[in-house]
């Protein structure tokens, strides 16, 4: 069996973005190497991972499993680049790190995991706490970071901040619904639907702030804390929703299929990222722990020389699986 690293990261940029456009933007390729890249890829695992429609593609069940393990080789490859540049003796310490619900259930687990294994001598502390809780203890010295949505930050006198990641927050329904039919879908729109509200982490209060400014108003039907069951009312036709990607999974836990659609009116990405407060020094395993998630969500390893698109690609096509 011989994939490329190429195939894998055209796919996964796909998958992620719902478009072969938007990926070779991102990718600064043309749609016609994405395209060939995932053809080929599906070629060898015998298996469709990607729907084409007219809005753009949806990932299949089978594409579900392998985008799970394509991340995992891509963040795999990047810590062994990472690895065998770092060059400093091994750290020690214990950081204090508080996190939101959205990020210790969606963003933190596989990036903790990796920097235990780069630093085992650090101990990471974690405490879950609501975004102004967080921030408090920020500001009090009981915590050292926090890995939470930034998007959401209050306190930018006393904390300083960094987006490590931005999720576009998408249309959420069932196949069966009339939007999915739809060329462009605006709020307007969605605001004739029934719609479920989250409410975890201020994502009511964030979706009211769009709204307002639409000068709409959802019809909200129910609110619930549960993303899965937000998942399970939207796969189930009981109603529709705006979430982030980062959340986002193709199939409910009744198995029941979950489409998205981009829409066209302003709506805010949610952003993931680090804070602490300004006027602390960080000591070196704090240090060590921002460094690492700043290169682990970008996919490179640090002080690594630029690379050009070409040399980068024919590195990718080398490698093989």
């Given at each position: ?232 009312m939207v796969a189930g036709g009981m109603g529709i929703a705006i979430l982030s990607d980062l959340i986002y ?13 981009v829409i066209e009116d302003e709506v805010p990405s949610m952003d993931i990222g680090l804070a602490w407060r300004r006027d602390t020094k960080p000591s070196g395993a704090a240090m060590a722990f921002r460094d ?30």
């Amino acid at each position: 069996m011989s994939v490329s690293l190429k195939q894998i990261r055209y796919f996964v940029a796909a998958a992620e973005t719902g478009r072969i456009s938007q990926a070779a933007i991102d990718l600064n390729v043309s749609q016609s190497a994405v395209t060939a890249a995932i053809q080929q890829l599906e070629a060898t695992v015998c298996a469709r991972l990607l729907e084409r429609t007219p809005n753009g593609v949806t990932v299949t069940m089978e594409g579900s499993r392998f985008l799970s393990q394509g991340r995992h080789i891509l963040a795999a490859v990047a810590e062994a680049v990472r690895d065998t540049q770092m060059s400093a003796g091994p750290l020690f310490g214990t950081i204090r790190v508080g996190v939101t619900y959205t990020v210790s259930g969606y963003f933190l687990p596989r990036h903790q995991m990796r920097f235990k294994a780069s630093f085992p001598g650090i101990t990471i502390e974690l405490f879950e706490a609501p975004r102004d809780v967080l921030e408090r203890a920020l500001v009090d010295g009981a915590l050292d970071l926090a890995v939470m949505l930034v998007s959401n930050l209050r306190d930018n006198a006393m904390l300083t901040s960094e987006t490590l990641l931005r999720s576009p927050r998408r249309l959420w329904l069932a196949p069966e619904h009339p939007l999915t039919r739809a060329e462009r879908v605006h709020l307007a729109d969605v605001a004739t639907y029934p719609y479920v509200m989250l409410t975890v982490d201020e994502a009511k209060h964030t979706s009211m702030r769009y709204w307002n400014n639409a000068s709409l108003e959802p019809k909200t039907v129910f609110r619930t804390s549960s993303v899965e069951a937000v998942r399970s009312m939207v796969a189930g036709g009981m109603g529709i929703a705006i979430l982030s990607d980062l959340i986002y999974r193709p199939w409910s836990l009744e198995g029941q299929r979950i489409e998205t659609r981009v829409i066209e009116d302003e709506v805010p990405s949610m952003d993931i990222g680090l804070a602490w407060r300004r006027d602390t020094k960080p000591s070196g395993a704090a240090m060590a722990f921002r460094d690492f998630m700043r290169f682990a969500v970008a996919g490179v390893g640090p002080a690594r020389p630029p690379v050009s698109m070409d040399h980068r690609h024919q590195a990718e096509e080398a490698i093989e699986i």
